[in-house]
């Protein structure tokens, strides 16, 4: 197993490539989801350090996502980092499911900045 494993879950193939860049720069190794569905098959077959996810998706959305996972073994251990570009949807509900909300557009330094942070506590 890689110590420090991650996934992105996003729907766009752009922002997973970002992600996925700023994730290697800092350590991981990236496994990529394209909607929530695929997120949960790969939160079931591996175990991952961190999550990238974002919140808009179609069919199982980045809440669906983090509501089933909530209170399984999954989560245990995992780092949760959300991505929205709707401020709104950062509510005291999705705090409670996640680690991290961030805004996009996200900085690319700033964001491999700040998973080489993360990966230090884990």
Not at 97 to 116: A, G, Q, R, S, Y
Request: charged content about 25%.
């Amino acid at each position: 197993m890689d110590k420090f494993k991650a996934l992105v879950v996003d729907d766009n193939w752009y922002n997973c490539d970002i992600f996925r860049i700023a994730l290697e720069k800092a350590g991981y190794t990236v496994d990529i989801a394209y909607n929530g569905r695929d997120g949960l098959a790969n939160l079931q077959a591996n175990t991952y350090k961190i999550m990238v996810i974002d919140l808009q998706m179609p069919g199982i959305d980045g809440v669906g996502v983090l509501t089933e996972i909530r209170d399984t073994p999954i989560r245990k251990n995992m780092y949760i980092l959300v991505v929205t570009a709707n401020a709104y949807m950062a509510t005291e509900d999705l705090n409670s499911l996640c680690d991290m909300v961030m805004f996009k557009p996200i900085n690319i330094n700033d964001l491999t900045f700040f998973l080489e942070r993360v990966k230090r506590i884990l």
